[in-house]
Structure formats: C-alpha cells, structure tokens
T-cell receptor, first 112, second 118 residues
C-alpha cells in the first residue's frame, strides 16, 4: 500500500472549519484518496473519496493538490459529534482483493 | 450506504472458553470480508481476509488455529476466538466489500464487538 502521513492529533473549536491534512507523496496514478473516520467505540465509517478533482458531499469536502501528493479533508462547521479519528487511505481503482490497511490517523478533538 | 452488522456488540467470557462473532452484510452481497482487531488508542490491525467458500488468508503473526474464520455465504462471516485468554481482549471489527452501484468496489465496516476475557 502507498503510504500516507497525517498529524497524530488536532484540535478545533466547535462551529469552526477544520482542515485535516494528508501527505501521500508516493501516490500512483490509479490510487483513489479515501477518508474514513472512527467515532469512539464504533467501526470506521466512510467520509469521502476522490481521484483528482475536489469533491463535496453532505459530510465534508476533499481538496486534492494539483500534483496529488497531498490532500485536505475539510469539515466546514465542526460539531462535537465530529470528534473522531480520521484516516486518509489510498485505494487503487482495481480494488479487487487488495487489503485496506489503516495508518495511525488524526485524532480530532472538538472544543466546546 | 450499505449496512454491515455484528453480533454480539460486546461479550464477556471466562478464560479458556470460545467466542463466536458474526458479521453480516445486510443489503448487499459481500465478495470479500475482512476481520480487524483494535487495541485501545491504537489503529485497526488487519487479521485476515476471507472470500466466500474459500479458506481465509491470515496476516503474519495471526494464529489461524486460534482465530477461526468461516465465510459460508455472501452475507455472513464468523470469527471464532478459541480458548480465549485475557490477552485476546480487544475490539474486533469486520468489514465487507461488495459490488456497489459505482464503478469500483466499496468497503463497509461493522460496528465492532468488544471482547473481554476474564
């Protein structure tokens, strides 16, 4: 698996935007950038994914650098329920039976 | 998104007993299922990968005779922790991958099972 690098932890105030960075300098042309998050005592849940263009959905936005070597997950208005560990993962387009492995992720703390 | 369920959500057992955890994909057929374990404050560690009707493929360092995986159908996989010991206490998470409407396979995670061995 291509490696990703994320800060171990971040803090943000409630109702403010949060920008979670991810570096993936060895990304290949067919790797999709995926973000999952894990709330306390729950399994991971899908947040968003993208290939080259920026993406928006109801949960978040994903900004992808032009060279694709980094990306940023954007939570536009953080709530206490967004406190979780966020994982940035590269998944090839030909997913097949490839294993999805997790790095250490970023533990996001939301300050009321 | 698709739903993956696990049962039980938590279990407490005595040392030496065996515990079975079920993982079901509720609204799609899972071509591949994965089992992870997670210790407190740590990331998920992949234990094994299983395809329906085939033997599971275990990650290095995972004892296949201790963690028995059965993937009998496209919607059900089970993990049995045999002769459990306190060091097996952990959060076990299953994941299912299937063919979704989009052009690539999506992977969904269950809610996890917390195992405590006394």
């Amino acid at each position: 698996d291509a490696k990703t690098t994320q800060p171990n932890s971040m803090e943000s105030n409630e109702e403010e935007p949060v920008h979670l960075p991810c570096n993936h300098s060895t990304i290949s042309g067919t790797d999709y950038i995926h973000w999952y998050r894990q709330l306390p005592s729950q399994g991971p849940e899908y947040v968003i994914h993208g290939l080259t263009s920026n993406v928006n959905n109801r949960m978040a936005s994903l900004a992808i650098a032009e060279d694709r070597k980094s990306s940023t997950l954007i939570l536009h208005r953080a709530t206490l329920r967004d406190a979780a560990v966020y994982y940035c993962i590269l998944i090839p387009s030909n997913f097949g039976n490839e294993k999805l492995t997790f790095g250490t992720g970023t533990r996001l703390t939301i300050i009321p | 998104g698709a739903v993956v369920s696990q049962h039980p959500s938590r279990v407490i057992c005595k040392s030496g007993t065996s515990v079975k955890i079920e993982c079901r994909s509720l609204d799609f057929q899972a071509t591949t299922m994965f089992w992870y374990r997670q210790f407190p404050k740590k990331s998920l560690m992949l234990m094994a990968t299983s395809n329906e009707g085939s033997k599971a493929t275990y990650e290095q360092g995972v004892e296949k005779d201790k963690f028995l995986i059965n993937h009998a159908s496209l919607t059900l996989s089970t993990l049995t922790v045999t002769s459990a010991h306190p060091e097996d206490s952990s959060f076990y998470i299953c994941s299912a991958r299937g063919i979704a409407k989009s052009s690539y396979n999506e992977q969904f995670f269950g809610p996890g099972t917390r195992l405590t061995v006394l």
